[in-house]
């Protein structure tokens, strides 16, 4: 859930949204002349707490920016501890994400922090980003995720709509398709998480629920609201249908069987063949959504904490074998 720092209503409406992270944003969402006042409110908004279970993060200002330096300094030195990571957007080159590893490791030095502490989310929304889209997610050991910029990205490259988010009108194919998955598969092969960027029509909950979906089928591991009405909308796509849910735990124990009883690596299953890579399938399926009595995720930084039940029907109560088979 994206809050511009500058509305103090909107960071009290968030505390009691049912979303897995938070973002203050110090960055478009906040006008020139309110950067200031935005950041003691994001300060204060971070001292005053209240954001349990959800992953805490702000969004500073990009690095060609006077205000970038300013940004994190205030929220690391303002309200020490309270920070799991910091989005740095329009990376357009891993220098970029080291010169913020190297200041962020000063800063923890300095207010006692555990080194490595806050974490940092790259956003690419531009040519120049996604061209450089492997390099940037092996920029540092605090990176946990590469968030996709939709609308300075359709910016940069001149896609023809207005629409954040959107498919311009004239092209037949998924006009996102590209930039997702090339961010997708930089992300995964470095273990970051994969988040997709907002979607700007707030009244066209058709429109967000199919980019959600969309998103969701791909492997991101999640998507940016706006708005209190996304929140069920993303939430709903994100989350498995219970079908899936009970097909992996099924998997899971037929191949546990399989391999154990039976001594064999391949077998039926529903009239489909299973082997190991299917027991891999299943086994990110049901790590990805927890379910709702699971103890929760490490504390670390890198992971959505809010686990997920899947929707609908009895797959929910099916109990998965352990991870590991
Ligand atoms: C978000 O920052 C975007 O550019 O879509
Ligand atoms: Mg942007």
């Known amino acids: ?82 920070v799991d990571t910091l989005i740095l957007p ?18 923890e030095r300095s207010a006692g922090l555990a080194p490595g502490r806050i974490g940092i989310e790259a956003q690419i929304e531009d040519a120049a980003g996604l061209a450089a889209v492997e390099a940037i997610a092996a920029a540092s050991p605090r990176l946990v995720a590469l968030v996709f910029g939709p609308a300075d990205f359709m910016a940069s490259i001149g896609m023809r709509s207005l629409t954040v988010g959107g498919q311009p009108a004239g092209y037949s194919f998924d006009a996102h398709h590209y930039p997702l998955m090339r961010l997708l ?75 154990t009883e039976d001594r064999r690596g391949a077998v039926m299953l529903d009239g489909e063949m299973i082997d190991e890579a299917s027991r891999k399938l299943a086994l990110a399926i049901v790590a990805r959504y927890r379910r709702g009595d699971d103890p929760p995720a490490p504390p670390d930084h890198g992971g959505l904490r809010t686990p997920r039940t899947p929707r609908g029907g009895d797959g929910a109560k099916t109990t998965p074998p352990p991870p590991g088979g």
């Open 90 to 107: 329009k990376v357009s080159d891993p220098g970029a994400v080291v010169w913020l590893d190297v200041l962020l490791g000063q800063l």
């Open 1 to 82: 859930m994206s809050v511009p720092a500058s509305s103090e209503r909107f960071l009290a409406k968030a505390r009691g949204l049912p979303v897995d992270e938070v973002m203050l944003d110090l960055e478009d969402s906040v006008a020139p002349g309110a950067k200031p006042a935005a950041r003691e409110l994001a300060v204060a908004a971070l001292r005053d707490g209240g954001w349990d279970g959800k992953l805490v993060a702000v969004r500073v200002n990009d690095v060609t920016t006077p205000w970038a330096y300013q940004d994190v300094i205030a929220v690391t030195e303002g309200a020490p501890g309270t």
């Open 185 to 259: 598969v930089a992300a995964k092969a470095r273990g970051l998480q994969a988040i997709d960027g907002p979607y700007a029509k707030i009244g066209d909950a058709d429109g967000l629920r199919a980019a959600a979906a969309s998103a969701a089928a791909l492997g991101y591991d999640g998507k940016w609201v706006l708005h209190p009405a996304q929140v069920d909308i993303v939430n709903d796509e994100f989350t498995p249908p219970s079908d899936d849910y009970a097909r992996a735990a099924r998997i899971l124990e037929a191949y546990e069987r399989a391999t």
